[in-house]
Nanobody, 117 residues
Framework: VQVVESGGGLVQPGGSLRLACTGDGFTFRRYRMSWYRQAPGKERELVATIVSAGGYTDYADSVKGRFTISRDNAKNAVYLQMNSLKPEDTAVYYC???????????WGQGTQVTVSS
């Protein structure tokens, strides 16, 4: 099983980034996909989630209206479009796959997002 994130980097405040996550070795379309983030000295927090069929999404209050989660089950991929980035968005972003029926979940290794001028 592999969950691999990409797309992180350094961006100026107000800028945009698009994170991508691909899954392999499990039935991707049956898993709820989520993005979490963890800033230095803070707990990991849920940023956005999308159900297996993609019809329902939810976001942390701090990113509503700025971030958009989407998925392409044909490509075993989930994305996080991040706009109007703020310094407080700086964190390692992790992709999580979770099967709601079995409770089985997988994590990626994380990708660093740094928002700084």
């Amino acid at each position: 099983v592999q969950v691999v994130e990409s797309g992180g980097g350094l961006v100026q405040p107000g800028g945009s980034l698009r994170l991508a996550c691909t899954g392999d070795g499990f039935t991707f379309r049956r898993y709820r996909m989520s993005w979490y983030r963890q800033a230095p000295g803070k707990e990991r927090e849920l940023v956005a989630t999308i159900v297996s069929a993609g019809g329902y999404t939810d976001y942390a209050d701090s990113v509503k209206g700025r971030f958009t989660i989407s998925r392409d089950n044909a490509k075993n991929a989930v994305y996080l479009q991040m706009n109007s980035l703020k310094p407080e968005d700086t964190a390692v972003y992790y992709c999580n796959a979770r099967n709601s029926d079995s409770g089985i979940g997988y994590w990626g290794q994380g990708t660093q997002v740094t928002v700084s001028s």
